[in-house]
């Protein structure tokens, strides 16, 4: 390693300046325009902009923007010859600072950014935008722009009506424009010996280009808050247990962007400051984690691309809470951890490693390091992971979705030292569906099969299951579709499955589907493999059988005939034992055997013809009202005025769909914003709409922990008003029995309560049936009560109202929250709640869709006569900038349309959202685009309803079908008519007069 003497000496913090290597594009500082210039501003009628005085430094100058019309915005000219895409290429970041009004009333406000008319840049709803006051620095990803956009005029700002905001320091910034570029073994050295009320802080965005290797020294007590990029390699000294890479007062909860780091990382103890510590190491976290839902929530990000090597007597370790660290290739050498926090006994980890697709190794120490912690590991990924250490104790499992995991501890020195091994003995080894597990070592504890078990590394060699460390009999649980391989080339060379405990037979599989198949074996001979007649191969032994014995369905190799026998040994024990009862190849050999290795579903669907249906000009709603089906969306009063009908959004809105919903309009703190006074203002905008264009309405949502007004408490959870149990069973009674009341025989369905389940539902595969409910103000200091309540106050309050339940990411089967879902619905049937079904949101990304998966988990509430719709369906695009993202999403709308035209218990399927300017998410969900013209997803939505209403004939459904419909109406002509038609319908064959 090369120290620069001159370095150090100049100050760090001089020469980091000095070797910045590019500069951001400085669009605007105010600082050449005399104050009181009156600033451009686009499509504005009564907004105003001004150079002025900044009201916290009067020597700077900035600009003080008053809006008063929405989507008007101050206008600069970027002075670049780039254009475009070459433009957002360059600089993929806006960043200004703001200053808000103290005078300003609303929080929550929509950032955008144009370039001439094309818009690059819009916020995900509207997000609070920071504290009144101060100056803050923000700074937005931009999309990239068109190549052939050559506008240089760039507007941004606020997407408001009612705002009063000061900007100043406007640029555009590239990637790395703000790092030190770090030359090849350069030193940064920010190795002192702190005490804990001094933390060094590191902040020095950190560029180490390909071929280059950095070197940080971190000390004791150090928080590392800037971010690192490029594909050199960072050698990191770790000065000790201090040393966060986030920053300290969040205890690395708010961690630096490393995600742009591809190159190696190596983590080295460093004690030459401070001589000694509880570790060296550094102590990452990350938000709140779950197993079992790691694609949905974040885990911590730092190394995500990274190759981690975490060299003897390195740590890494976790403080506390419940937090998740992926890791794209982690390899610990002997005497390296990772670990919980020494000194907390509420540090729970997991460790989601495998991402880059390369093996890895894990020869080091694996432990919570006290009692009370947690720690888990995910392999994701198609490489290997290599687990060699002999003293592990991942005690809250191991997860192993995809790729291998190879045990190679030494099991021989695990029996004589009575050693834990490498999976510990307390957590549960999970192999799921399409991964593997093999090697030659110990696994001491439970382990679930859902995947390949393949004992052997490149050797014949023995897969042991025993508990060395307490020589307790251990479980080895094979599933419905599991596969035991057994490698084999003669009789004294062959790999086997010792079992020192119990086998069990499962009959769920990891679908949570029932499934009597028996787990597979199967035998598999090397190309030179040569075998005498009564050769014997010992497959599997255990101490305790399966209930009805070892009646794996049984694949035998092409070569020679086998058979297998049950033998019960000298000690107690069972073998099963193939034996080679003739040279003849095996007349009943199966070719083309399902290998058992791959189980995911097809995540292509079909290309669709659409010139007919881009040509066409009937609405969605004809095709649905025709099918008895109902397709709606969520209308939004405060992004577009739905009481007019000239509105282009409106318009949509009320021309393609049967029934609406309000987006936020009878949300609690919409429809009771201080305590007993009700506002309905939205509410009856949304039933005003409706009853114009003779729709449905679907009412979102009575109890939930989100959007409840501050009155009740301030964030959803905490009673901070002091609230007894009565008093909130009182306040969510006299609300349903309003507004549920106020809309009597007018709103179709209710979603009584939404979101109740936590999204950690990791249980349900230990404790069939279970569901856990999420932490809320009606949850937490009601009970789970408040639930069954709701329904029984909804149904008194209109008995004629349809109630659902309501969640997310419960779409899929096989999730454990879906799982959940499932239990709880079914509770709540049990319990005689007046439950007509449950929705599934579907906000979903594509490459999510698994229609199988979506239809099978629709299908298994029809036996239970419950619904199950589709209540806010919209797909961000992955990748918006694929040339094929619009028409991947067209694919999946179509998908799911089927799934619900195909199922009479899916009635209903609603999109949450008209138009993808208009929408909560980024990233165009939604069938219409900005300019609410119809999208790809539009057109083949269309298509399929097209087609299965030309498959049906026309005129009035017998009463018998109607009758197993929900409320339906008809006018006398046969029309299908909403809910509001006022004149005489026909509803399940009577005919009366509304
Ligand atoms: C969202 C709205 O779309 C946003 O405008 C609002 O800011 C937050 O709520 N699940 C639900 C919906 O049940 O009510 C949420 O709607 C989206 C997630």
Known sequence: MKTTKKLLALGLSTLMCAATYAAPLTVCDFEDYPIGTEWTMWNTQSSTAKVEADPLNASNKVLHVVLKDWGCHPEFTLSTELTGKALTDRYPTLRYQLYRNPSETDDHKQFAVFLGSEELYRDEGYPFQGDKGVWQTKAYTLKSASADNTSLALRLGIHHNNSDFYIDNIQLVGEYDDYVEAEDGQVFDYCVSNTSSSYKTINTPLYIPAGVTANVRTSRYSEWISPVAGKGTLNIYAGGERSYIGSQSSKGATYPDWTKMTGDVHVYPYKDVIGSCGFYGLVLHSGTFSPDNYNTTHPNTLFTNSRLTMHSGAAIAAENGTRGFRIGELNLEEGAEIRGYYKKSTANSYYIIGGLNTDNMLAGKISPSNSGNKIGLIKEGKGACIITGNDNNINSGIMVNAGALLVCNDAAAAANG???????????????????????GSIAATTDCYGVIEPGTTDYDTLTFADYATSKDVKLTLHPKSYIKINARSASEYSTVNVKGSVVFSNTTQDFLTSDAAPRLKLLLADDASFSINDEITLLTCS?????????????????????????????SFALVARVISLDDNPDYIENDDEGESTSTEKTYPEEDVTEDMQSDVPLRTYAEKLGKSIGVAAASYRYDISNDNVKETAA???????????????????????????????????????????????????????????????????????????????????????????????????????????????????????????????????????????????????????????????????TKTEAYFNLVKRLQASNLPIDGCGLQCHLTTGQLDTLKLENNIQRYAPLGLNCIITELDIALANPSAPDALEQQAKEMAAITRVFLRNDNCPTLMFWGISDNHSWRQNQPLLFDSNCNAKPAYYYVHAQLRKAAESVADGIRSAEYRETKTRQYYNLSGQRVGSQYRGIVIEAGRKYIR
């Open 544 to 572: 305790a059988m399966p209930e009805g014995g070892m009646a794996f369905d049984m694949r035998y190799p092409q070569r020679y005939t086998f058979t297998t026998e049950q033998r019960e040994l000298a000690d107690g």
């Open 653 to 815: 809105v009320g021309r393609e769909f049967t029934i609406l919903v309000g987006e936020n309009e009878m949300k609690f703190d919409a429809t009771e914003p201080s305590r007993n006074s009700f506002n309905y203002g939205g509410s009856d905008a949304v039933m005003w709409l409706a009853s114009r264009n003779a729709q449905e309405v679907r009412g979102h949502t009575l109890a939930w922990h989100s959007q409840v007004p501050a009155w009740v408490s301030s964030d959803g959870k905490k009673n901070n008003n002091g609230f007894t149990r009565t008093e909130l069973l009182d306040i969510l009674k006299n609300h349903i029995f309003n507004v549920v009341g106020r809309y009597k025989g007018k709103i179709r369905e209710w979603d009584v309560v939404n979101e109740v389940l936590d999204d950690d539902q990791s249980q349900v595969r230990t404790t069939p049936g279970s569901y856990k409910l999420r932490p809320s103000i009606w949850s937490t200091y009601i009970g789970e009560e408040f639930i069954d309540s709701a329904f029984v106050w909804a149904h008194q309050a209109d008995p004629e109202a349809k109630l659902y339940i309501n969640d997310y990411g419960v779409e899929f089967m096989g999730g």
């Open 418 to 440: 009575k050693k834990s091994g490498a999976t510990g003995t307390a957590g549960t080894v999970m192999v799921a569906e399409g991964a593997r597990l093999g090697g030659n």
